[in-house]
């Protein structure tokens, strides 16, 4: 249960080697230590991380699951619920695709909708009948700016990330009866190592300012987080815009 | 046997800051009692009374809650010995008042009135009188448990000795405590005589309490901790007797065992939400200050304006907010002064926007397992929830362990396992007892497993 102070005792992070995901784990841990469980494929990566978080105090569990293959989703869920009551679940997993063969190959767009939409979307349903289950907890979901109005670059991702906000806005509703909270997070232009080498968007962020934010968001009832917050203004402003003016945009 | 009907419910603490949903069971009898934890499922049951405990030691997220306060009736009073055995649910307030015109009175009583007597022994609460009468603990003569196995135990200090101070400070994790018997204590009124000085600083006020206190049946002292520089530590210290009826006014010596409370207000009639500032609260507490007596000998109150200031305001929990609160209170044993003095300078220099904080000195524990108090200084005070407060808290928690001292659980809702192991001790032989009578854990809170009890 997170406490009076916000402070939380054991977090899951579907996505276990995403760099918010982790700056979201550590932001939450403050100078106390909350366990972990990192969620993700079996990779030499996600063992490092682990070994990192172990070093810095951390009790750290692994369970692997692959956002490609549905049949690793529920047994994930399942597993990392059965080593205790999980105080928050950060839905950090995703991929940008390419953002051209999205839109022509129909297995890169079905796999872009697996990882993007389907995969959290499934697992959250999963999820959040655990969350009812221990009668507490919160979900942390990375959406996106690009999912407010898709643009022509990248719509197919854009696309998912749009599907995925509307599932977990609606789930924060039916979850707010029972005390859960949903904290669906909006960063613009995140430099990570999924966007290296990408020229930076205006206002773009690095991934600990994301979590700074979804944190604040969490410990102050917020229910949407932009990251950064002015975010929101230019997210508002171009939803408005009408399409020929949109077109034109350089973003 | 009819099913026993639950609701699904969000419950919180006082302080309404982690509140978790279980399933409420409102019961009636023992035989509810006994079915609900009986068909505990795997989240397990926890008793609750009338939830005044700020953080999460009374609710059970996931699990069963039993809400006990329909259990309430007084089964028997002995005038003569001052015996009174009566359901777990009942509150002080209402022991209070059917005592009272019986010439008795409740022998310790916290802050509030609305307190159950389960949530008393359950808590080992204390109240102004703990450094000469001791914890509520110290006059529970027998009480009836009912074990996670359904049966019931009837435990009394002399014939089960162990369960008996395990229960006493247990926070409902070894059964459900279906009756009590306490021994009231004698009084001629319901007034007290009270002494009543201000106090310069921290050190003036400690020295004043070293000095007497043992003089007084009843103390307290109200810190402003707003106050800074040279008066940090300013206090009002109140101090006094219950009162004989000789000693009373001639206009109340005809119904001395009057007791007549006022009819309450509710908080937002009187704090607007948004009021409640730094600003407001220093203008409230330099107020408090000032509208005390500078010195004042045997001053005639009565229950409320003595006991429970607040009580007269309902709800004034929601004063601080939608955001919550939460109540810090801990105990340095005597000699830790200077660490005291550190704690208060802390906190005021934090200016955590917080109401008057309460000082007391301690008298000797009794041998409940995990009850709070310890010879020594103990403080209290209410914090609304900022950003920043989690760091404050840990880092006063390190100086509250540093110099021996503890937190008190049912005032917890913050602190870390590791912390609250090593301020007791004898938390491995508690462990002990409970294991025996409770080896699957049927019984267990949101503050049981935050805290590894
Ligand atoms: C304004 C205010 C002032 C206060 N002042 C003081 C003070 O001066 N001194 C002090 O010591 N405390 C004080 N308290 C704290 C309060 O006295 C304790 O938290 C007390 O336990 C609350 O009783 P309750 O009936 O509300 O119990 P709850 O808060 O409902 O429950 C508290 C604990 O008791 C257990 N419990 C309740 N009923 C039973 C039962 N029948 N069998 C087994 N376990 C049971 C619960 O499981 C839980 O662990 C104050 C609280 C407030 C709000």
């Known amino acids: 249960?997170?406490?009076?102070?916000?402070?939380?005792?054991?977090?899951?992070?579907?996505?276990?080697?995403?760099?918010?995901?982790?700056?979201?784990?550590?932001?939450?841990?403050?100078?106390?230590?909350?366990?972990?469980?990192?969620?993700?494929?079996?990779?030499?990566?996600?063992?490092?991380?682990?070994?990192?978080?172990?070093?810095?105090?951390?009790?750290?569990?692994?369970?692997?699951?692959?956002?490609?293959?549905?049949?690793?989703?529920?047994?994930?869920?399942?597993?990392?619920?059965?080593?205790?009551?999980?105080?928050?679940?950060?839905?950090?997993?995703?991929?940008?695709g390419d953002a051209e063969r999205a839109w022509q190959d129909p297995d890169d767009a079905a796999a872009l909708a697996t990882v993007n939409y389907t995969a959290p979307v499934t697992m959250g349903v999963d999820v959040a009948a655990r969350l009812r289950t221990q009668g507490h907890g919160a979900?942390?979901?990375?959406?996106?700016?690009?999912?407010?109005?898709?643009?022509?670059?990248?719509?197919?991702?854009?696309?998912?990330?749009?599907?995925?906000?509307?599932?977990?806005?609606?789930?924060?509703?039916?979850?707010?009866?029972?005390?859960?909270?949903?904290?669906?997070?909006?960063?613009?232009?995140?430099?990570?190592?999924?966007?290296?080498?990408?020229?930076?968007?205006?206002?773009?962020?690095?991934?600990?300012?994301?979590?700074?934010?979804?944190?604040?968001?969490?410990?102050?009832?917020?229910?949407?987080?932009?990251?950064?917050?002015?975010?929101?203004?230019?997210?508002?402003?171009?939803?408005?815009?009408?399409?020929?003016?949109?077109?034109?945009?350089?973003? | 046997m009819a099913p026993v009907t639950s609701t699904r419910r969000l419950l919180a603490g006082w302080g309404q800051t982690s509140p978790t949903v279980a399933e409420f069971v409102a019961a009636t009898s023992e035989s509810d009692v006994r079915a609900t934890v009986e068909d505990a499922g795997p989240r397990g049951v926890l008793a609750r009374g009338l939830g005044r405990s700020y953080g999460d030691s009374a609710q059970n997220g996931g699990g069963t809650v039993l809400d006990m306060t329909g259990l309430s009736r007084i089964l028997s009073i002995d005038a003569t010995t001052g015996e009174v055995t009566a359901e777990a649910g009942v509150s002080l307030d209402t022991l209070v008042r059917v005592l009272l015109p019986l010439?008795?009175?409740?022998?310790?009583?916290?802050?509030?009135?609305?307190?159950?007597?389960?949530?008393?022994?359950?808590?080992?609460?204390?109240?102004?009188?703990?450094?000469?009468?001791?914890?509520?603990?110290?006059?529970?003569?027998?009480?009836?448990?009912?074990?996670?196995?359904?049966?019931?135990?009837?435990?009394?200090?002399?014939?089960?000795?162990?369960?008996?101070?395990a229960t006493v400070g247990g926070m409902g994790l070894t059964g459900v405590v279906l009756r009590a018997t306490l021994v009231a204590k004698p009084v001629e009124s319901a007034y007290f005589l009270v002494d009543t000085e201000r106090t310069r600083d921290l050190d003036d006020l400690m020295a004043r309490l070293q000095a007497n206190d043992d003089e007084y049946t009843y103390s307290v002292a109200w810190i402003d901790l707003v106050a800074r520089g040279a008066s940090t530590g300013r206090a009002v210290l109140t101090r006094g007797w219950s009162a004989r009826a000789d000693q009373l006014p001639r206009r109340l010596r005809s119904r001395?065992?009057?007791?007549?409370p006022r009819t309450r207000l509710t908080a937002p009639a009187l704090f607007p939400s948004g009021l409640l500032n730094k600003a407001t609260i220093a203008a409230f507490n330099e107020a408090f200050y000032r509208r005390a007596p500078r010195e004042e000998r045997g001053a005639v109150q009565g229950i409320g304006q003595f006991f429970h200031p607040l009580d007269a305001v309902a709800n004034w929990n929601r004063v601080y907010g939608p955001r919550g609160f939460l109540q810090y209170q801990f105990v340095m044993p005597f000699?830790?002064?200077?660490?005291?003095?550190?704690?208060?300078?802390?906190?005021?220099?934090?200016?955590?926007?917080?109401?008057?904080?309460?000082?007391?000195?301690?008298?000797?524990?009794?041998?409940?397992?995990l009850s709070f108090p310890t010879p020594g200084w103990t403080l209290a005070l209410d914090i609304p929830v900022t950003p920043e407060l989690g760091r404050l808290l840990d880092d006063l928690d390190d100086l509250v362990l540093s110099a021996g001292g503890r937190l008190y659980l049912a005032k917890d809702s913050r602190t870390t396992a590791e912390a609250l192991h090593r301020m007791y001790p004898r938390i491995d032989e508690w462990r002990r007892v409970r294991d025996r009578v409770d080896p699957h854990r049927v019984f267990t809170s949101d503050q049981a497993k935050r805290l590894s009890l």
């Open chain 1, 1 to 96: 249960m997170m406490d009076a102070v916000g402070d939380v005792q054991r977090v899951l992070v579907l996505g276990g080697t995403s760099e918010i995901g982790l700056a979201v784990l550590r932001r939450l841990a403050g100078r106390r230590r909350p366990a972990a469980v990192l969620a993700g494929r079996p990779t030499d990566r996600l063992d490092a991380v682990a070994a990192e978080l172990r070093a810095e105090g951390h009790d750290v569990d692994l369970v692997h699951f692959d956002a490609e293959d549905r049949r690793t989703w529920a047994p994930a869920v399942e597993k990392a619920f059965a080593g205790g009551d999980v105080d928050v679940v950060v839905v950090a997993f995703g991929i940008l």
């Open chain 1, 139 to 251: 979900l942390v979901v990375l959406s996106s700016v690009a999912g407010q109005r898709p643009r022509r670059s990248n719509f197919a991702y854009g696309s998912t990330k749009a599907g995925l906000d509307a599932f977990y806005t609606g789930l924060r509703e039916a979850l707010r009866p029972e005390g859960i909270r949903v904290v669906v997070v909006r960063p613009g232009f995140v430099r990570t190592k999924m966007t290296q080498g990408m020229p930076a968007a205006p206002l773009a962020v690095d991934a600990d300012r994301v979590a700074e934010a979804a944190v604040s968001g969490l410990r102050s009832g917020r229910e949407v987080v932009w990251a950064p917050p002015p975010m929101r203004y230019v997210a508002f402003v171009l939803r408005l815009l009408p399409a020929p003016l949109f077109r034109r945009l350089p973003v």
């Open chain 2, 103 to 165: 010439g008795l009175f409740v022998p310790v009583l916290p802050g509030t009135r609305q307190v159950t007597l389960g949530g008393a022994i359950a808590a080992d609460i204390h109240g102004k009188n703990h450094h000469v009468e001791g914890s509520f603990g110290n006059h529970v003569a027998a009480m009836d448990l009912l074990l996670a196995d359904g049966s019931v135990r009837s435990l009394t200090p002399q014939t089960e000795p162990e369960l008996f101070w």
């Open chain 2, 256 to 260: 001395p065992l009057h007791f007549a």
């Open chain 2, 335 to 369: 000699g830790a002064e200077d660490a005291m003095r550190t704690a208060v300078e802390r906190l005021s220099a934090a200016g955590t926007a917080s109401f008057l904080a309460v000082l007391k000195r301690f008298g000797p524990g009794n041998p409940g397992l």
